[in-house]
């Protein structure tokens, strides 16, 4: 008796396995079942997954077929470029791979299978080349991208249009890093630039230069503890302002009020009118020398840095300080106002960028790429850009967030001022007296020249101090460490052909960090 019901448990359990097995064998018939595939009568084959069919070499080769093509869908069709570049190479590549696979067929039974499954993936592929490239052959752009196709809703992955996009339906594409090296810009011709005037007149280091918004005079600021007016056309001296006791380190000409504000090693800022040329605010706070300072284009606000590592922000009329800007760990060397955000940014001895947010009062991103101390910034006229540099390094940034763009490379030296004009050029000049005009755009390098100190100073007195350029960007005035101001135009002379461009394009590295 209990012989008996053992046995009607086995046989109930093997039921159950048979049972179990064919509903695998369903499921995976309905997972690999070619809808395609017919016979020459028109009849549907059958395909039989389960596991007595595993020796017939006709249904595991068609399972195994499928099971490529459901895989590799979407990348076996190659761009037309390419297939056009490996069909004109397809007659050495195709003895090479007939020596290749007779002596794996002789050597090991295995090459067989790989023939086989090689076989079946290139059948598969021309099988849905036409519908891949959306008909026609040769249709489409020319591109050597690969692409990952998208099917459209609802379409199967064995699906005659499965692998194919249609032209105009958007595609992903991975693009080849050779191809990135080719695609740089080529710079944009600019004329060289020439020295049109020397001014002299100060009794020290010239270290700050601001030009009024008519673009009719500059000033000027130097060791000497003096504010020189200079006409911009004669180059003559107009007015010299005293008052502060240590070298004058900023200037800024307001272009809405007829204000001129200062900054020195004093510690003192100060606020002149210029109709009376006289001082009427004092802005105090800074605790050490401060270095520079920049006004709001739009908002009635100075900013200021200086020694002791933070920049403040004054209230113009009241005096008050707004905000205190801490964060950096070293000198500000410079500082720069824009209109959006970040409306601030501010460079430092501590190696570092900052960039503010000028409502409320925080630093709202740090650029960590420079090895040494920051002493220069500017930003484009009418770009959303701006560049920093320090000793040897000049690097790109694309506002707002501060996203690296790319790197100067060529002017080794201590930087001591940047500036740029609506026309793409940007001027570096150093602490040795080089000089350097790039391409803003592709970071060409057109022109370098060293500056020429004034008869009667030392060499080391050969360095460019600060830089800027006037309103209309034609003429470049450079304060320098020999005393003199210099003023440079460009060649009205030169041409393309006359001074053409020396480009090659080089590798990727001007783009590293």
């Given at each position: 008796?209990?012989?008996?019901v053992?046995?009607?448990?086995?046989?109930?359990?093997n039921?159950d396995?048979?049972?179990?097995?064919k509903?695998?064998?369903?499921?995976?018939?309905s997972?690999?079942f070619?809808?395609?595939?017919?016979t020459?009568?028109?009849?549907?084959?059958?395909?039989?997954?389960?596991p007595?069919?595993?020796n017939?070499?006709?249904?595991?080769?068609?399972?195994?077929?499928?099971?490529?093509?459901a895989?590799?869908?979407?990348?076996?069709?190659?761009?037309e470029?390419?297939?056009?570049?490996?069909?004109?190479?397809a007659g050495a590549?195709a003895?090479?791979?007939?020596?290749?696979?007779k002596?794996?067929n002789d050597?090991?039974a295995?090459?067989?299978?790989?023939a086989v499954?090689?076989?079946?993936?290139e059948?598969?592929?021309?099988?849905?080349?036409?519908?891949?490239?959306g008909?026609?052959?040769?249709?489409?752009?020319?591109?050597?991208?690969?692409?990952?196709i998208?099917?459209?809703?609802?379409?199967?992955?064995?699906s005659?249009?499965?692998g194919?996009?249609?032209h105009?339906?958007?595609?992903?594409?991975?693009?080849?890093?050779?191809?990135?090296?080719t695609?740089?810009?080529?710079?944009e011709?600019?004329?060289?630039w020439?020295?049109m005037?020397?001014i002299?007149?100060?009794?020290?280091?010239?270290?700050?230069?601001?030009?009024?918004?008519?673009?009719?005079?500059?000033?000027?600021?130097?060791g000497d503890?003096?504010?020189?007016?200079?006409d911009?056309?004669?180059?003559?001296?107009r007015?010299?302002?005293?008052?502060?006791?240590?070298t004058?380190?900023?200037?800024a000409?307001?272009?809405?009020?007829?204000y001129?504000?200062?900054c020195?090693?004093?510690?003192?800022?100060?606020c002149?009118d210029l109709?009376?040329?006289?001082?009427?605010r004092?802005?105090?706070?800074?605790l050490?020398g401060?270095?520079?300072?920049?006004?709001?284009?739009?908002?009635?606000v100075?900013?200021?840095?200086?020694?002791d590592?933070?920049?403040?922000?004054?209230d113009m009329r009241t005096?008050?300080?707004v905000?205190?800007?801490a964060?950096?760990?070293g000198?500000?060397?410079?500082?720069?106002?824009q209109e959006?955000?970040p409306?601030?940014?501010?460079?430092?001895?501590?190696?570092?960028v900052?960039?503010w947010?000028l409502?409320?009062?925080k630093?709202?991103g740090?650029?960590?790429?420079?090895?040494?101390?920051v002493?220069?910034?500017t930003?484009?006229?009418?770009?959303?850009t701006?560049?920093?540099?320090?000793a040897?390094?000049?690097?790109?940034?694309?506002?707002?967030?501060?996203?690296?763009?790319q790197?100067?490379?060529?002017?080794n030296?201590i930087?001591?001022?940047?500036?740029?004009?609506?026309?793409?050029?940007l001027?570096?000049?150093?602490?040795?007296?080089?000089?350097?005009?790039w391409?803003?755009?592709?970071g060409?390098?057109?022109?370098?020249?060293?500056?020429?100190?004034?008869?009667?100073?030392?060499?080391a007195?050969?360095?460019?101090?600060?830089?800027t350029?006037?309103?209309s960007?034609?003429?470049?005035?450079?304060?320098?460490?020999?005393?003199?101001i210099?003023?440079?135009k460009?060649?009205?002379?030169a041409?393309?052909?006359?001074?053409p461009?020396?480009?090659?394009?080089a590798?990727?590295?001007?783009?590293?960090?």
């Amino acid at each position: 008796m209990t012989a008996q019901v053992a046995d009607g448990h086995i046989a109930a359990d093997n039921a159950d396995l048979t049972n179990l097995i064919k509903r695998n064998a369903q499921v995976s018939k309905s997972l690999y079942f070619d809808s395609r595939s017919t016979t020459a009568s028109g009849a549907r084959k059958r395909l039989r997954l389960d596991p007595a069919a595993g020796n017939d070499p006709d249904l595991s080769e068609e399972a195994l077929a499928l099971r490529l093509n459901a895989e590799y869908a979407d990348v076996q069709t190659l761009p037309e470029a390419l297939a056009t570049k490996q069909a004109a190479a397809a007659g050495a590549a195709a003895a090479r791979k007939k020596a290749q696979r007779k002596t794996a067929n002789d050597g090991d039974a295995d090459g067989e299978d790989t023939a086989v499954a090689r076989k079946m993936i290139e059948g598969i592929q021309e099988t849905g080349k036409a519908a891949r490239n959306g008909g026609a052959p040769g249709s489409g752009p020319q591109t050597t991208a690969l692409m990952l196709i998208r099917r459209p809703p609802g379409a199967s992955s064995t699906s005659g249009s499965a692998g194919g996009a249609t032209h105009g339906q958007p595609g992903q594409q991975l693009i080849r890093a050779q191809d990135i090296q080719t695609s740089q810009p080529r710079p944009e011709w600019h004329p060289p630039w020439k020295l049109m005037r020397v001014i002299s007149g100060h009794l020290g280091w010239v270290r700050s230069l601001a030009v009024e918004p008519d673009n009719k005079w500059f000033a000027s600021g130097a060791g000497d503890r003096t504010i020189k007016i200079w006409d911009l056309v004669s180059g003559q001296l107009r007015l010299t302002l005293t008052g502060h006791i240590s070298t004058v380190r900023g200037l800024a000409v307001s272009p809405r009020h007829p204000y001129l504000f200062s900054c020195g090693e004093d510690k003192m800022v100060k606020c002149w009118d210029l109709e009376t040329n006289k001082v009427i605010r004092h802005y105090h706070g800074h605790l050490s020398g401060v270095y520079t300072l920049a006004l709001h284009p739009t908002l009635d606000v100075l900013v200021t840095g200086g020694r002791d590592g933070v920049a403040r922000v004054w209230d113009m009329r009241t005096r008050n300080n707004v905000h205190v800007l801490a964060g950096h760990t070293g000198t500000v060397s410079d500082v720069r106002c824009q209109e959006a955000d970040p409306q601030v940014i501010t460079g430092s001895l501590d190696s570092t960028v900052r960039l503010w947010d000028l409502a409320a009062g925080k630093s709202s991103g740090v650029l960590t790429h420079h090895k040494k101390g920051v002493r220069a910034l500017t930003v484009h006229p009418t770009e959303f850009t701006f560049a920093s540099a320090s000793a040897g390094s000049i690097k790109q940034w694309k506002c707002p967030e501060g996203a690296f763009m790319q790197n100067f490379e060529g002017h080794n030296a201590i930087l001591n001022t940047l500036s740029v004009n609506a026309d793409n050029v940007l001027f570096s000049g150093a602490d040795n007296g080089s000089m350097s005009f790039w391409d803003w755009k592709t970071g060409y390098r057109f022109q370098s020249l060293d500056t020429i100190a004034q008869p009667g100073s030392l060499d080391a007195e050969s360095g460019i101090m600060t830089s800027t350029f006037d309103r209309s960007g034609l003429r470049l005035i450079c304060g320098e460490a020999d005393k003199t101001i210099k003023i440079w135009k460009q060649d009205e002379q030169a041409t393309p052909e006359t001074h053409p461009i020396d480009w090659q394009p080089a590798a990727l590295s001007r783009r590293r960090y």
